[in-house]
């Protein structure tokens, strides 16, 4: 039996959830903070598990898909944020459970007081996290559950160290038995291949809205088409810039082709920070018009799936 779903971490910045993703999936994927966030659910890790035989779904293997739900806790002003705001809640409440982080040493704060206030609305299965439990005694770890549990219910509260690894193998079972039993959402021998590839597109989005931010929709989007490991230690990364109309490609594309080099020649420099190896960059820019209908889309940002409805 396989299981397999989507869970939602929330949490005000800085608490950890990056190092939670890191661990969980047990490689370093989740190291961008993208300025820029156009995504509903964004796949941050896919972790991948087997449930312990004796409890809930005993044996079974479990695809935990992690997604971030970006720009949550802005106040938003204009028209166009807050849909985009109000579509990562969206995002949060699709989830099959959301766990909400919050760095103890911190407590909870104002950020975290309106995720709560928002959480409440929210059915899915809820957990907290209390995350740094290095740097707080347990006095104060058990002062805070009672505190935040007293705002609203979870079905369970961790207390883990991200950075240590500490507590998270508990965190991963109940996470793959929120989420339902079905096939794989990702192959998986992709899943760890998939959050690079999604990474790799995210970094050059990012300097696509950088350099274009005033000139381009939101809509515009990266996908990773091709990742070629060669025998080098070099990688081979083709992406496809999506934008919507001739005019749009010509502005990516810049002058005698500047602007699009120059985009290429930063994510390329960040790529092999990041991948700590030299990595051979090729952009394609493509006018695909019925964007918002088009599966590869989905793909492309990291939905790879049937939404429900
Ligand atoms: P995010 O903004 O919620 O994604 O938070 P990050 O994962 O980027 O972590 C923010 C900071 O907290 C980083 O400097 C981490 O190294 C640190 N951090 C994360 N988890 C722990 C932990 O368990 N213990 C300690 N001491 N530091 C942590
Ligand atoms: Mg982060």
Redesign the pocket.
Known sequence: MTRAGFVAIV??????????V?ALVGSKV?IV?PKVQTTRMRVIGIAMTDLPHDGKGGGDRAQVVLVDTPGIFRVAKRRLERAMVAAAWQGAEDADAVAL?V?A?RGVGEETRAIIERLKQSKAPRFLIL?????VPREKLLVLTSELNGLVSFEHTFM?????S?GIADVLAAFASAVPAGPFLYPEDQAADLPMRLLAAEVTREQVFLQLHQELPYEAAVETEKWEERGDSSVRIEQTIHVQRDGQRAIVLGKGGTRIKQIGARARHELSVMLERPVHLFLHVKVSARWADDPAHYRAIGLDYEPKS
């Open positions: 949490g005000a910045p800085n608490a950890g959830k990056s190092t939670l890191n989740s903070s982080m760095d040493e995350n740094k439990i290095d740097l883990v160290s991200a950075l240590k500490d």
